[in-house]
């Protein structure tokens, strides 16, 4: 309580923990979304309706029928796990992207946080935090509606939530590396074109990665996306066992060494664009 | 001046980014309860010196100290003391104008509690209580910008840094602000500013430093440098021409100095009115001719040739 009071006097104060500080960016993030998650609710569950409608009905009648699924599964039980992964890298996009270089260049809320005892990393770690929330929101209302149109085939399948989770953090962090660089819209239009959208197509989402020409397969490999597509598959389809835990967690390991990585790179890049 | 009343200390302080110098090795101390300005045009380095002082830009080279603390290794301890009001509004105008405050305040520490009875104290100051739920976007220039300090002050900072706190308000708003500033002053806060405007450094500044170039090229209390620098009064003459230059001859010795600017020359004399009779008595007829006192602008345009808004 004496701590408290000395804070708001004028003069030195007790100064706040490493988790006081990036719970407090959490905090004002939490703010925002308390405004303005009405609108992004409703996007939220009509998007994975959309895809249940047509991968499920629409393409998966056929594949079943012509093909009799895959591996024995149901074409909607295989994309659905791979749909869950690659959802989470859109999620990712739209928070990383615009939104932070609004942060940096627009109303500049980031210059806000650092005239304060935040440091660049509290403000990152902090905003991390955040969209990590909207990764669990998102995946979670995208899980639901698809178990209500038959998804899943097992239990198993709720790991799924952690595994697209990280799955986005894999694309977040590095995404926010890249946003710290840029002035305008070039370079987001460039990396949605060819990253983004070439890597929802061929990460193995809506068919198996061997399906490509062989040359093609191990670039599938060092993506993020194809790990978080296949590890998703992976639990969405029984707990695994022997190799296949090996496989998953290699897969894991994969994505969080992305997320990692980012992050690292994240903090370079928003040092040298917000305190230079 | 005993050493415990400087609160801030820079010596030889330089920001370069790449092979541009943007500020090249200022001097200045600030004393504790005095507002203190940086005068100049804009790409002066006024800026740049406030972010370095505020800890967001680290020191190219020199020294700066602030409550006897280096930026470099008590950066955010620095920060947790300063309130710092930014050139451009950095408000969130999606959320309210109390929510705008209780975010900040969690930022320094404060319990929600707390953030509480400040925010509502603040906006009293800052005359914003009546929109206190409603959203930032829609409300006038001066009304973000009492906002800005207000947020800035929820710490209850020892100095408060405002770069240039009142560019692109209209007259009623910047009176509105500066008297909001003398109220700060007076309760014991220190103010470090930054302006291109004049009157704005007369006003609110004990001391100021005038900088071009990135350098100080005079330091001292508004009056103390208009008399070094300028004389006591100033005779404008306008002529019906397209340059000025042309009527300077026909002024010269008149006064101690004569400046052609593109739409007038001013005379600098002790007696206005007599050097206007001067004029008159060789016969130069001027379109209108006006005696006023020498301001800081004045002083500027004495020390660098050119004006500080241009």
Known sequence: MTVQQERTVRGPRAPLSAAERVLAVFGYHLTVYSRTWRGSIVTRVLSPVLFMLSMGIGLGALVDARAGGIDGRPYLQFVVPGI???????VAWSESSYQVLGYIKWNMGYHAQLAT????????????????????????????VAALFGGFGSWSAVACLPVAVLTGLAFVTPIFAFTATQEGDNGFNILYRWIITPLMLFSGTFFPVDQLPVWMQPVAWVTPLWHGVEACRTVASGWPSGGGI??????????????????????RTFTRRLAS | MSGDDILLRARGL?????????VDGVDFEVRKGECFGFLGP???????????VGCVSPVSGGELRLFDLDPATDGPAIRARLGSCPQRDTLDEELTVEENLWVYGRYFGLSRKEVRARAAELLDFAQLTERAGDKVEPLSGGMKRRLTIARSLINSPEILLLDEPTTGLDPQARHVLWDRLFRLKRSGVTLVLTTHYMDEAEQLCDRLVVMDHGRIVAEGSPRELIEQHSTREVLELRFDVDDHGRHAEQVSGIGQ????????LLVYAHDGDRASADVHARGVQ??????RRSTLEDVFLTLTGRTLVD
Do not use: C
């Open chain 1, 246 to 267: 090996l496989a998953l967690l290699g897969h894991l390991l994969v994505l969080a060494a992305y997320a990692v990585a980012g992050a690292l790179l994240a903090e």
């Open chain 1, 84 to 90: 869950v992964a690659t959802q989470t890298m859109w």
């Open chain 2, 286 to 291: 001027p379109l209108s001719s006006l005696v």
């Open chain 2, 257 to 264: 100095r004569v400046e052609v600017l593109p739409d007038r």
């Open chain 2, 14 to 22: 330089t920001k370069r980014f790449g092979d541009f110098v943007a």
């Open chain 2, 42 to 52: 804009n790409g002066a380095g006024k800026s740049s010196t406030m972010r370095m």
């Open chain 1, 117 to 144: 005892p935040l440091r660049v990393r509290d403000v990152l770690a902090g905003h991390f935090l955040a969209i990590t929330g909207h990764l669990v929101v998102a995946t979670s209302l995208f899980m639901a």
